[in-house]
């Protein structure tokens, strides 16, 4: 028996209880709600048999980019496979068990094609488009991720249970692809749908953040709690943006009393919540500020982290926290993984080659007061720092690394260079940061030639 859910497709689901619970887990999905998980277990208790719940558990659990629930993915894996041999499923449905096969064996681009290909005969189904996005991200596929949005924007029209949604998506590709203006309006439209959508307003912060526009950007914050307050995890990235817009005002002690007030409220080891942290905590000692003894806590979380491997940005992050804290044993553990790791085959292992074994020296020369070679190792990443994944927000903190490792190396034309590429990304505007290490470089060649 099939069902059609909130995205107009059919699901095989055979009670009206188990169908409203899989409508909770899209629109979880969508939002990123607390209740994603909640609604998903219910799912699976009324109705044990349904595939593309098992397979979306697999998917979720990827998500995590944590080694210790690769097992666990392997089983949802093996359940849906099963449940699909004993009945009759979806194609959409087996386009999910595909996409989490495919993942599972190291191939996340042949995962997001056969999400996709789901895409191409069902365009109005947004929960797929979500989860192409979501692996787009992890790769570092921003021009896909807009590619993807954009073909199936048609299909959703306002009438569209989670059209507000599918704006929010489109607003954070038009941003990581430049379109600042156009970001913005999609955002706010798609809030005007979906008061619910993190993703959507974290994207018009986004928007903010790259144009210089930090008293815009907080008053979007504040103004829209009802958009991330009840939300997962999720919250705490927006609270992060938070921070970086008051760096970007000179409010160096506000940012750090959202680091312990909401930040780093809750001492989770999720990744996302690492990487918030670390590069919050990065940005402020950049500016001078002093930090504490902050970077032991997240210290003790990373060095649980060293042969994780999943994700370079995650491990990039983990890094960050091993040399704040100056635990030399567990990043040098780091090091020789990631040259262990380099030598495989596969996807992920291409990206641990480049960028990874250049950002990873580059990070440690820089901890290291080594400056020309971190600058040296840093710029050879840079080209490549896109296929780590994340956004350009998150990535930021490495080029703020490597720039400031060129001034204090004397690299000074090559800084520059680094400098205008950063300006341009951001359709010219000049941010915090830029006019400063301009006022810096400016200085330095002024003494140079005197």
């Not at 995205?7 to 999905?29: D, K």
């Not at 996340?108 to 290909?117: S, Y």
Request: proline fraction near 2%; aromatic fraction near 8%; include cysteine.
């Amino acid at each position: 028996m099939t069902q059609t859910d909130i995205c107009f497709c059919p699901v095989s689901l055979t009670s009206s209880a188990a169908l409203e619970h899989w409508n909770g887990v899209i629109l979880g999905l969508l939002s990123h709600g607390t209740q994603t998980p909640v609604h998903l277990g219910r799912l699976m208790e009324a109705e044990p048999d349904f595939a593309m719940g098992h397979a979306a558990r697999g998917l979720f659990c990827l998500m995590t980019g944590r080694a210790e629930v690769i097992g666990a993915a392997w089983e949802a894996l093996v359940t849906a496979q099963t449940c699909a041999a004993q009945g009759q499923i979806t194609e959409r449905e087996r386009g999910w068990i595909t996409a989490l096969s495919l993942w599972l064996e190291g191939k996340p681009t042949a995962a997001v094609a056969a999400a996709e290909t789901v895409l191409r005969a069902m365009p109005h189904d947004t929960v797929t488009a979500k989860l192409s996005h979501g692996i787009r991200f992890m790769i570092g596929d921003s021009a896909g991720m807009r590619r993807s949005i954009e073909r199936v924007l048609d299909a959703h029209g306002t009438d569209h249970a989670c059209y507000g949604y599918l704006q929010g998506c489109h607003a954070f590709t038009l941003e990581e692809t430049g379109e600042y203006e156009l970001a913005e309006e999609a955002g706010l439209k798609g809030l005007l749908y979906a008061k619910d959508d993190a993703w959507g307003l974290h994207a018009v912060a986004h928007v903010h953040d790259m144009t210089a526009r930090p008293d815009c950007g907080i008053a979007l914050i504040e103004q829209n709690t009802a958009a991330w307050g009840a939300s997962n995890n999720f919250r705490y990235h927006v609270w992060w943006h938070k921070a970086l817009l008051h760096i970007e005002r000179g409010e160096l002690d506000t940012a750090l009393g959202l680091y312990d007030a909401q930040i780093r409220a809750d001492k989770t080891d999720d990744y996302r919540d690492i990487s918030n942290a670390t590069s919050l905590l990065m940005r402020l000692e950049l500016e001078g500020k002093a930090i504490g003894n902050r970077w032991e806590e997240l210290a003790n979380f990373s060095e649980n982290r060293v042969e994780d491997g999943c994700l370079v940005f995650a491990d990039l992050h983990y890094l960050l926290a091993l040399t704040g804290a100056d635990r030399g044993e567990a990043r040098d553990a780091m090091s020789a993984r990631f040259a262990r790791d380099a030598a495989k085959p596969g996807e992920m292992p291409a990206r641990v080659q480049d960028p990874g074994l250049a950002a990873v020296a580059g990070l440690n020369a820089f901890s290291e007061g080594r400056y020309d070679e971190a600058f040296q190792n840093l710029a050879a990443a840079r080209p490549m720092m896109p296929t780590i994944g994340g956004s350009h927000a998150q990535r930021d903190v490495f080029e703020r690394m490597t720039i400031d490792a060129g001034l204090r190396a004397g690299r000074y034309d090559a800084t520059e260079t680094i400098l205008r590429d950063r300006q341009n990304l951001r359709g010219g505007h000049l941010d915090r940061f830029a006019t400063t290490r301009f006022e810096k470089l400016n200085a330095a060649r002024s003494i140079a030639a005197q």
